[in-house]
């Protein structure tokens, strides 16, 4: 449910009739579309999630991410942002009695914020970023249990919110941006964050 409310509440911004009208480019306001990609630092316990009686643990919490996103600014300081937003997975190998077993973390979701920005100068700005995501979580272990090779894994999603600081540089309509954003997730009772550093390129209609 909130995977479709969430894509229809994309649907619903790129469809709106700013996007249908046809009018004058102006740089302090309008639609806009782009693509990111950044390194992403999951910081959650994968010792936890896999079970009591662990040893040997290894954790690989990072990876690489990718968001697309579309948005529309109101003014010169003020827009709003939808966006889909793959947060890569986190690892770990360890050993539970004694036998090797891996466990991993997938997070991807939507997101919806507002965006304040500050106009510096030819093209330049800072913003701040203030936003829900609707996420879901895939986690996946694999161990032995005995003799037999086991696979257990469940899936989780929820709603929680998310900021971010950037910048911002504009050019012929070209967006470029360098980025961070923090997600605070909270699974099954279980509170932790994911980072995401990434650069973006995008196009101002």
């Known amino acids: 449910m909130k995977r479709l409310i969430a894509t229809a509440a994309l649907a619903t911004l790129v469809?709106?009739?700013?996007?249908?009208?046809?009018?004058?480019?102006?740089?302090?306001?309008?639609?806009?579309?782009?693509?990111?990609?950044?390194?992403?630092?999951?910081?959650?316990?994968?010792?936890?999630?896999?079970?009591?009686?662990v040893s040997n643990v290894d954790v690989d919490d990072s990876d690489t991410g990718y968001k697309l996103f579309v948005g529309y600014q109101f003014n010169p300081n003020f827009a709003i942002e939808a966006s889909y937003l793959d947060l890569g997975d986190a690892e770990a190998s360890y050993r539970y009695r004694g036998e090797p077993g891996n466990a991993?973390?997938?997070?991807?979701?939507?997101?919806?914020?507002?965006?304040?920005?500050?106009?510096?100068?030819?093209?330049?700005?800072?913003?701040?970023?203030?936003?829900?995501?609707?996420?879901?979580?895939?986690?996946?272990?694999?161990?032995?249990?005995?003799?037999?090779?086991?696979?257990?894994?469940?899936?989780?999603?929820?709603?929680?919110?998310?900021?971010?600081?950037?910048?911002?540089?504009?050019?012929?309509?070209?967006?470029?941006?360098?980025?961070?954003?923090?997600?605070?997730?909270s699974e099954s009772g279980e509170d932790f964050e994911i980072d995401m550093i990434s650069a973006s390129i995008g196009y101002r209609f």
């Not at 302090?28 to 999951?42: K, M, Q, R, S």
Request: glycine share 14%; no cysteine.
């Open 104 to 185: 991993e973390l997938s997070v991807d979701g939507f997101g919806f914020a507002l965006v304040g920005k500050l106009p510096i100068q030819s093209g330049f700005s800072v913003y701040g970023k203030l936003g829900m995501i609707a996420w879901d979580a895939d986690f996946t272990d694999n161990y032995f249990n005995g003799a037999q090779r086991t696979t257990d894994s469940y899936g989780e999603d929820g709603t929680d919110p998310f900021y971010g600081i950037g910048a911002e540089y504009e050019v012929e309509r070209i967006l470029m941006r360098a980025e961070f954003e923090r997600y605070d997730i």
């Open 15 to 53: 469809a709106s009739p700013a996007f249908a009208q046809s009018y004058q480019y102006n740089p302090n306001e309008g639609p806009y579309v782009g693509a990111g990609l950044g390194y992403i630092e999951h910081q959650a316990n994968l010792a936890d999630y896999a079970g009591s009686a």
